[in-house]
DNA sequence: TTTTGAGTTGTTCGA
DNA sequence: GTCGAACAACTCAAA
C-alpha cells in the first residue's frame, strides 16, 4: 500500500483526505503525512455522490461543528483545512492542479459502497500517477479478520467476543503530531457556513446543543467524565436512561472524535488487576460496535435486507399513521413516547429505550424494521450503519443471533422497572409530570379522579393507547406464526 | 461428519 | 411477591 517515494516529490505537499476521522490523534493518515516532512494539505469533501446516504438533519449539525473544531486544531497545528463540496476524485485531480500534490493518504472506512468507491478513486489516481496509502480504520479489528472455525463470519456474539479476546489486545493510542508544515500558497476552501448544515428555519438545535459537545475534545471530556463518574456500577446503571448511565460516546465515534484504540486504552486496568465486571461489560459494548460492522461488511445487504429471509413473508402492515405517531412520540405509552421525544429533542436516545421503542414499532405495530432503521438514521447524532440496521434486525428477530420472536417488550413492565420512580418520563413527557409513580407507566389505568387531580385528560391531553398491550402481542404472535408458515 | 451445547438485553403463567 | 418453566424449535460454533 505504500510507495516509495521519489526524490523529485520530497517538497511536494501530502493530501490527508478526512472522512468520519474528525480528528488529529490517533489518526495515522494525519500521522504519516506528518512524519513524511512534507506539507500537508487537510481536506475535507462534503460529498453529493448519489449513492451517499444523506445526513439525517441531526448529524448535519454535528458534522458542522464537529469541522468546526478540525479546524481550529488543524490551524493550531499549522495547516488549515481546506472545504471542498462535490465528487472527491475531481476535487483530489484540482488540489493537485492547484498544489502540485500527487499523493494523498487516507483512513479507511468500511461502509460497504463507500469501500467500493475509495477503491476506485485509488486505482484511479494511482493509473494517474500518484502515491495513495490507506490507512487503518476505526475499528480495533478489521472486520474481516476474525473468521470461525470453518473459515466463515460469525453470526453470533458470543463465539465473536471469545475470538475477539483471544486476540493480542489492540494497539497503543497515537498521539496527536506535534505540528505539520503548510502548503505554501494559497488554496481556496469553501466556508463551512455556505454548506447550510444548521437548521435554520426554524432552528431545532437548542435541544441538541445543551445535550452535547461535538469535536475531539468534546469526546476526550465526555470519556473522562464516564469514567470518572459512571463506570463504578455501569454493569446494571447502564439500563437506567436517567441520568449519566452510559458513555454517551458513539455520536463521538461515529465521526471518528475520538477512536476505540483510545477508548481501550482508557479502560486498561493497572498492570496484574483483572479488569473489573463494569469494565468487561462497557468493554463488550464497545465490541458489540466491532460485532455490527463484522456483520455489516460481511453481509452488505444488512441494512436493507431480512438476514433471515423467512422473514421477507412478515405480514407487515402499511405504516400509515401508526407511525407518525411513534415517530412524534405520540403513542400513548409513556416510556416510548419519553424514548422518541429525547431523540427528537437531543438527536439520541438511551440504548434501553431504543429496544423499547422498536420491539413496540415492530411487533405492537407490526410496522417492517425498515421504517424504524431509516427513521433512526434520519433523526439520531449517531446514526451508524452498521450498528443500527445490526440492531434494528436483532429486535426484529430477522437478523444475526436475533431475540426470540416472542420476547416481546412490554412497555409498562419496562418502564417500571428501569424508570421506576418516573424521572425520565416526567422529564420528556411533562404533561404526565403530577400523575403519581403508580400510574406514571399506564395512565388509562388510572381512575379519573387521579388523571384529573395530576391535570391530564386521555384522549385530550395525552394520547390514549394505540393499541392495547395483550392485545398486540396476541396479534404480533399470530403474525409469525403465518409468516413461518408461509416461509416453510 | 456428526454431535453437542449454547444463544445480550423478555414475558407470562401457574405454583 | 417470588420462582421456574414454557414460549418453538433453530442455527451456529466448535469439538
Known amino acids: 500500500m505504500t510507495s516509495t517515494k ?3 516529490k520530497a517538497t511536494a505537499p501530502v493530501i490527508v483526505w478526512f472522512r468520519n476521522d474528525l480528528r488529529v490523534a490517533d489518526n495515522r493518515a494525519l500521522d504519516a ?3 513524511s516532512g512534507r506539507p500537508v494539505v487537510p481536506l475535507f469533501v462534503l460529498e453529493d455522490a448519489e449513492d451517499a446516504i444523506p445526513l439525517g438533519g441531526a448529524q448535519r449539525w454535528w458534522l458542522h461543528h464537529s469541522l468546526a473544531a478540525l479546524s481550529k486544531s488543524l490551524e493550531e497545528l499549522g495547516a488549515p483545512l481546506i472545504l471542498r463540496r462535490g465528487d472527491p476524485l475531481a476535487i483530489l ?3 493537485a492542479d492547484e498544489t502540485g500534490a500527487d499523493t494523498v493518504f ?3 472506512r468500511y461502509t460497504p459502497t463507500l469501500t467500493k468507491r475509495d477503491a476506485e478513486i485509488k486505482s484511479d489516481l494511482r493509473a494517474a500517477g500518484w502515491t495513495v496509502e490507506s490507512h ?5 479489528h478489521e472486520p474481516t479478520r476474525l473468521k470461525t472455525g470453518s473459515g466463515g463470519p460469525y453470526r453470533v456474539y458470543t463465539p465473536f467476543w471469545r475470538a475477539f479476546s483471544e486476540t493480542p489486545p489492540p494497539r497503543p493510542p497515537l498521539d496527536a503530531p506535534d505540528s505539520l508544515i503548510a502548503h505554501d500558497g494559497d488554496t481556496a476552501s469553501d466556508e463551512l457556513v455556505d454548506w447550510s448544515l444548521l437548521p435554520t428555519k426554524p432552528d431545532w438545535s437548542g435541544g441538541i446543543a445543551d445535550e452535547w459537545t461535538p469535536g475531539e475534545d468534546g469526546a476526550a471530556e ?9 463506570i463504578d456500577g455501569y454493569g446494571d446503571a447502564r439500563d437506567c436512561p436517567d441520568g449519566e448511565t452510559t458513555s454517551k460516546l458513539s455520536p463521538h465515534l461515529a465521526f471518528g472524535e475520538i477512536t476505540p484504540f483510545q477508548i481501550w486504552e482508557a479502560t486498561e486496568e493497572r498492570r496484574g488487576d483483572a479488569p473489573s465486571s463494569d469494565m468487561t461489560k462497557f468493554r463488550k459494548e464497545l465490541v458489540w460496535r466491532e460485532f455490527s460492522w463484522h456483520l455489516l461488511v460481511n453481509f452488505p445487504d444488512l441494512p436493507t435486507a431480512n438476514f433471515n429471509e423467512d422473514f421477507d413473508a412478515f405480514p407487515w402492515r402499511e405504516p400509515g399513521e401508526d407511525l407518525t405517531a411513534w415517530q412524534k412520540g405520540r403513542t400513548g ?3 416510548v413516547d419519553a424514548g422518541m421525544r429525547q431523540l427528537w429533542q437531543t438527536g439520541w436516545m438511551h440504548n434501553r429505550v431504543r429496544m423499547i421503542v422498536a420491539s413496540f414499532l415492530i411487533k405492537h405495530l407490526l410496522i417492517d424494521w425498515r421504517h424504524g432503521e431509516s427513521w433512526f438514521r434520519d433523526t439520531l447524532v449517531d446514526a451508524d450503519p452498521a450498528s443500527n440496521a445490526a440492531s434494528w434486525q436483532w429486535v426484529a428477530g430477522s437478523g444475526a443471533d436475533a431475540a426470540p420472536y416472542f420476547r416481546i417488550f412490554n412497555p409498562i413492565l419496562q418502564g417500571e422497572k428501569f424508570d421506576p420512580d418516573g424521572a425520565y418520563v416526567r422529564h420528556f413527557v411533562p404533561e404526565l409530570e403530577a400523575l403519581p409513580d403508580k400510574y406514571l407507566h399506564k395512565p388509562w389505568d388510572a381512575p379519573e379522579s387521579v388523571l384529573s387531580k395530576a391535570g391530564v385528560k386521555l384522549g385530550d391531553t395525552y394520547p390514549r393507547p394505540l393499541v392495547e398491550h395483550a392485545g398486540a402481542r396476541e396479534r404480533a404472535m399470530v403474525a409469525y406464526k403465518d409468516m413461518k408458515g408461509k416461509a416453510a
Open 33 to 35: 503525512a506528518a512524519e
Open 136 to 140: 487503518e480504520g476505526p475499528l480495533l
Open 106 to 108: 487516507w483512513n479507511r
Open 333 to 335: 405509552y409513556p416510556i
Open 6 to 8: 521519489k526524490s523529485d
Open 222 to 230: 465526555r470519556l473522562e467524565r464516564f469514567l470518572d463518574e459512571a
Open 93 to 95: 485531480k484540482e488540489i
